[in-house]
């Protein structure tokens, strides 16, 4: 469950499954991102060419439900390994990232808009 564990507990977990099998030899900086992408890019194809409503009753049923999920993991997998091989705290990252974007993304201006920050 979400809410039971924390990102420095997830990141130790994966951290364990890799040393475990010997995989910090393969597991650079330029390596691990190539796999967020790559893993990224197969959750995006599971999209492909689907409507809206599609989409929607493809999240209701177990079978495809469950592989959005076995990608978003993937991902989140190779992300969670990049940022515990070169020591990058994803909370403070994001809390930092969140504060950047406020700024970018005033609500006065960005309220229910999808324009860019250079568009506004």
């Known amino acids: 469950m ?11 977990l994966v951290k364990r499954f890799c040393e ?8 650079n900086a330029k390596d ?4 967020v992408v790559t893993e990224s890019s197969e959750l995006l194809d599971i999209f ?4 809206e409503d599609e989409i929607e009753a493809m999240l209701k049923e177990a079978p495809s439900r469950e ?13 969670l390994r990049l940022a ?5 705290d994803l909370s403070e990252a ?5 504060v ?6 005033p609500v006065e201006k960005a309220k229910g808009s999808n324009k860019k920050y250079s568009e506004m």
Not at 2 to 12: F, H, I, R, Y
Not at 48 to 51: D, M
Not at 94 to 98: G, H, V, Y
């Open 2 to 12: 979400d809410s039971g564990v924390t990102v420095g507990e997830l990141k130790a």
């Open 84 to 88: 515990q091989r070169y020591d990058i």
């Open 67 to 79: 592989k959005v999920s076995a990608e978003m993991a993937d991902a989140f997998y190779f992300l």
């Open 20 to 27: 475990e099998r010997d995989w910090d030899q393969f597991h």
């Open 48 to 51: 492909r060419f689907k409507s």
């Open 94 to 98: 994001l809390k930092n990232k969140i």
């Open 32 to 35: 691990l991102a190539i796999g």
């Open 100 to 105: 950047d974007n406020g700024r970018k993304y």
